[in-house]
Structure formats: structure tokens, C-alpha cells
């Protein structure tokens, strides 16, 4: 083939491609779309799937049938609740898996990001960005004890490699103890804690220096620690998340979290708390570290951090062991991290927490969800084995895997949103947004009882 026939094969390529995003953007741009154009987006989101995105996915999601003759695509979302292409409006209890604390399209959050952006979208890297300052100087007033100093991230996996190297760098150990069932992103350093054996094994062998220990065994806990102090290889950090939310909704044994902090102090050793979900008022407080009286040397936020707006995360920690980074500000960095538009929706987000006192609100109506959700199971026995949680985070745990999956397609179907945790369906999770009315919860309810009900085991 001749060059000039090539370059006009990709001249026609392109224009193809440009006629394509003008379709797209004129159907962002419309407020409403007719049922033509919602089974347009419908095929070409399929379609894109299978061709270009990954098909695994239209096996994976519970909302697409065998052949993909229909698919439930998200559209739009306000409040508590998200809508299809098609207008069918779902009460959204999964979240995006823990990020729309403060409502989806919360309105005070829109606003101070397209108020920044009006201005400055990104920085330049080389000047003094305000709004990082502002927002660290927030966290350092509302996050427990001494943390003072953050780093800010673009995920909570993010916020766990950086937790990781500053843990590093303040002692020089290489050593961490994380627990089973932990979930700690996907990254290297942050799968080197995270105990999912599916999701480690392919990219052996990880980071080195990493022991798991089941969580909430304390005894086992002190042994590791003992040993490891004996063989000369003293614990540089444990990680933790203060209540388990991918390895199913796992509250800590009373006294627990203190018990570790106690540990740490005795071999001088850091505790990282992973508060990417339970951060941001999903317990009931601020951060779950609240809940329990314990204060951690480094703290991991994501997920809700960016109120649902933007994807932003933060690692805050106390000066003592954030100096390590004062010499050479550049030994961990970011370029999208912290910037200005993902700054303004966390500093909005937090002012809404603030005003409208959402993490009472999640300690108040979490424990009326928890109680309804209890009476709507007795009876089914033989299918639910658990229903537990603290605040807007809960977990309904069946005796089988399959139940939950028909439960949580049964609920789906009703307009309920849930979903398993980490990819399983024996537990599954109800993490609403903090603003959930009351009559919504009951909606939710309601309808897992009728489902549950009708589910065979």
C-alpha cells in the first residue's frame, strides 16, 4: 500500500472518529435524551465493552442479560439515587462502593469545583497551589490527635503506597503486618497488604516483608511481633482498616484497635489506619479511629474525600514521621494529586459533614437501617446468617453465596442498588449515602424483605 493511500485511510479514519465524539458530546450536553438515543448509548456501551473495554464485565455485571440484549446504563444521579438511560430510577445503597457520603451531585461540592474551574482547572507544578494548603490545614484541625501534615492522592490505593513509603523512609524497617481479609487496593505495594489470595497470586512475588495475621486475633498479633523482633526483622507499621469493608463488613473485637496501638508503641513500630471507606462519616464519626479512641501515626483517606465529585485521597500523618519528606520534597510525588478541582470538592465535602452534621446523622439512621433490616430477616434464618455494621456501613452475610446474588439481583430489579463485597455475594453491602430519608431506608427494606422471601435456597 502506497503512502499516500495509508494517509488518506487514516485521514477517513479520523474523521470518523471525530464525527463519533460529536455524537457523544451533544448527548453529554443534553439535559434529556429520547428512547432512540438511550438504545443507541445502550448498544455502543455493550458493544465498546465487549470490543475495547472488557468483556469480562458483561459477564460480571448482574444488570446485562446472557446475550446482552439489554443492559441497565447509568445516566445520571442526584441525591440518593442514580437514574438508567432509560429513566428507570434505582435507590443507590452500593455507592460506587463508598463514595457519595455527602449525596450524589451534592450541590455545594458541584458548585466550589466549577467555581474553580471557571479559574484554574490544574497547577503548574512549580507555584504555590492555595487550595492544597487550605485543605491540609483543614485536616490537620479535624483528623484525630497529632496527624498534622497530608499528602493528597488521586485513590485510596494511592493513599496506602504512600502510607507504605512513609512508614519506610521514618524507620527504615521494611517489615508490615496487615491482617487476613484485608483490602488495601491493587497496586504493588498496597496488594503486598491487601490478603485476597485471587487477586495476589498472578503478580508474585509482591513486595517483600509483608506477614498477614487474622484480624482481630490479638495474641496472634503480639507473636508476630515477638518473632519478628527476634529474627531481626522489626515491624515497620501494621496497616489496618478499623472495620473491614471488602472483606465483608468486619467489626473489630472490643478493645482490639487499642490493643494494636498498645503494640506499636511497645516495639516501636507505626499504625496505619486505611480509612479509605470508613473515613468521611460512614461509622457514625468523622473517622472510625473516633469510634474506638485510638489514634494512628498515618491515616489513608479516599473514595467519599472527593464528595462523589472528583477522585481525590489524602494520607495525613503526624509531623514526627512526615518529617522524613522535609529534606527532599520530591521523594514522593504526583502530578494530578492535590490539584485544585479535586482540592475545592474536598473542602466543600468536608464543610457539608461539618454543617449538616452527616456523620451523626450516619450513627442515627445506621442504627435504625441495622434494626429494620434484622426484623425484615427473622424468619429466614436458614438464609441470612448475620446482618451486622456501625453506621451507614452494613454487610447482610447468607448462609450461601448464591443467595446473595439472587437477593441482590431480586433488589436490583426493584430498584435497589447493593452489591457483594469483592466480587462475592455471600456478603452484601448497604453503604447508602449519608443523606438517605428515612423513607427511602424503609423502601429498602420493604424490598428486601418481599425478595428474601421469594428467594428459594
Known sequence: MSIDLKQELKNKQ???????????????????????????????????????????????????????????????????????????????????????????????????????????????????????????????????????????????????????????????????????RAFHGKSLGALSGTAKGMFRKPFLPLIPGFRHVPFGDIDMMKKTFEVCSSVGEDVAAVVLEPIQGEGGIILPPENYLKEVRELCDQYGSLLIFDEVQTGMGRTGKMFAAELYNVVPDIICLAKAFGGGVMPAGAVVATENVFKSWFDNPFMHTTTFGGNPLACAAAIATIGVLLEEKLPDRAAEVGEYFLQELKEAAKGQEDKVLEIRGQGLMIGIEFHEDEIGYEVSKGMFDHGILVAGTLINSKTIRIEPALTISYEEVDKVVSTFKQVLSQVKK
Open 14 to 180: 479520523y474523521q470518523n472518529v471525530s464525527e463519533y465524539i460529536n455524537k457523544v458530546l451533544s448527548l453529554i450536553e443534553k439535559e434529556e435524551i429520547n428512547q432512540e438515543e438511550a438504545a443507541w448509548i445502550t448498544v455502543e456501551t455493550v458493544e465498546g465493552f465487549r470490543e475495547n473495554v472488557n468483556p469480562g464485565f458483561l459477564a460480571y455485571r448482574k444488570t446485562v442479560t446472557k446475550d446482552g440484549q439489554f443492559a441497565s446504563v447509568e445516566w445520571s444521579d442526584n441525591g440518593s439515587c442514580f437514574k438508567d438511560v432509560n429513566g428507570k430510577e434505582y435507590i443507590d445503597c452500593l455507592g460506587g462502593f463508598g463514595i457519595y457520603n455527602v449525596g450524589h451531585r451534592n450541590p455545594k461540592v458541584v458548585k466550589a469545583v466549577t467555581d474553580q474551574l471557571k479559574r484554574q482547572a490544574l497547577h503548574s507544578q512549580d507555584l504555590l497551589d492555595p487550595l492544597r494548603a487550605m485543605l491540609a490545614k483543614i485536616l490537620g484541625e479535624i483528623t484525630p490527635g497529632d496527624l498534622k501534615y497530608a499528602f493528597f492522592t488521586n485513590s485510596g490505593t494511592e493513599s496506602v503506597e504512600a502510607a507504605l513509603k512513609l512508614a519506610k523512609m521514618y524507620s527504615e524497617r521494611t517489615t508490615f503486618i496487615s491482617t487476613t
